[in-house]
């Protein structure tokens, strides 16, 4: 059984530039949950995707985007990165009802906007 | 809003002493999690509860939820410096998709 894989695991970008955030899901999961934690915070909901489907959104802004491929597979996209877009983002992967029962968590892709 | 706050912020103590962790909010929560983060990794579940009162052991970790299924408590017995890390509780709401973690209690276990 494969766990949660993220990359990049680290990542240096530009203010007002993009990124792209990838995650595969543990094997047999079919929703993806994206969270951001900032240093010395616990992790904050950023979307959930299910069956290709945004499932729900926390308070994020639409800079904030991402997609789940069949395979179940995600992406994270941000648009014009801010200075206080810098954290750990992290992929969460379960079955449908994992908010239930909980969650499985990449390692994170450490993002730095300077 | 749902919050969830997590005392203490942060807490040093010596190998073999006793703690606990708590977690509170004014929200009902279908079910709470507690996860532990070591530096540069993400969280990794160690259990969820869902029953109003209900405790979960787990080695040395006991777990309890709140009976109103608002708060909940880790206990850790004779604690060891493998124990060191960030306690997070997390609570799923009765929308079902979305889970709130506190912002953490900071363990360090001296030798």
Same mark, same amino acid.
């Given at each position: 059984?494969?766990?949660?894989?993220?990359?990049?695991?680290?990542?240096?970008?530009?203010?007002?530039?993009?990124?792209?955030?990838?995650?595969?899901?543990?094997?047999?999961?079919?929703?993806?949950?994206?969270?951001?934690?900032?240093?010395?915070?616990?992790?904050?909901?950023?979307?959930?995707?299910?069956?290709?489907?945004?499932?729900?959104?926390?308070?994020?802004?639409?800079?904030?985007?991402?997609?789940?491929?069949?395979?179940?597979?995600?992406?994270?996209?941000?648009?014009?990165?801010?200075?206080?877009?810098?954290?750990?983002?992290?992929?969460?992967?379960?079955?449908?009802?994992?908010?239930?029962?909980?969650?499985?968590?990449?390692?994170?892709?450490?993002?730095?906007?300077? | 809003?749902?919050? *969830?706050?997590?005392?203490?912020? !942060?807490?040093?103590?010596?190998?073999?002493?006793? *703690?606990?962790?708590?977690?509170?909010?004014?929200?009902?929560?279908?079910?709470?999690?507690?996860?532990?983060?070591?530096?540069?990794?993400?969280?990794?579940?160690?259990?969820?509860?869902?029953?109003?009162?209900?405790?979960?052991?787990?080695?040395?970790?006991?777990?309890? !939820?709140? /009976?109103?299924?608002? /708060?909940?408590?880790?206990?850790?017995?004779?604690?060891?410096?493998? /124990? =060191? %890390?960030?306690?997070?509780?997390?609570?799923? %709401?009765? %929308?079902?998709?979305?889970?709130?973690?506190?912002?953490? =209690?900071?363990?360090?276990?001296?030798?």
């Amino acid at each position: 059984e494969t766990g949660v894989t993220q990359s990049p695991t680290h990542l240096i970008k530009t203010r007002g530039q993009q990124v792209t955030l990838r995650c595969s899901s543990q094997s047999g999961h079919n929703t993806v949950s994206w969270y951001q934690q900032a240093l010395g915070q616990g992790p904050q909901f950023i979307f959930q995707y299910y069956r290709e489907e945004e499932n729900g959104r926390g308070n994020f802004p639409p800079r904030f985007s991402g997609l789940q491929f069949p395979n179940y597979s995600s992406e994270l996209n941000v648009n014009a990165l801010e200075l206080d877009d810098s954290a750990l983002y992290l992929c969460a992967s379960s079955l449908a009802q994992g908010a239930y029962y909980g969650y499985t968590f990449g390692s994170g892709t450490r993002l730095t906007v300077v | 809003t749902q919050l *969830l706050e997590q005392s203490p912020q !942060f807490l040093s103590i010596q190998e073999g002493e006793n *703690l606990t962790v708590y977690c509170n909010s004014s929200s009902v929560f279908s079910s709470l999690q507690w996860y532990r983060q070591e530096p540069g990794e993400g969280p990794v579940l160690l259990v969820t509860v869902v029953t109003g009162g209900e405790v979960k052991k787990l080695k040395r970790l006991t777990f309890q !939820f709140g /009976d109103a299924r608002k /708060d909940s408590s880790l206990h850790i017995t004779a604690a060891q410096p493998g /124990d =060191t %890390g960030l306690y997070l509780c997390a609570g799923a %709401g009765t %929308g079902g998709f979305k889970t709130i973690f506190g912002a953490g =209690t900071r363990l360090f276990v001296k030798a």
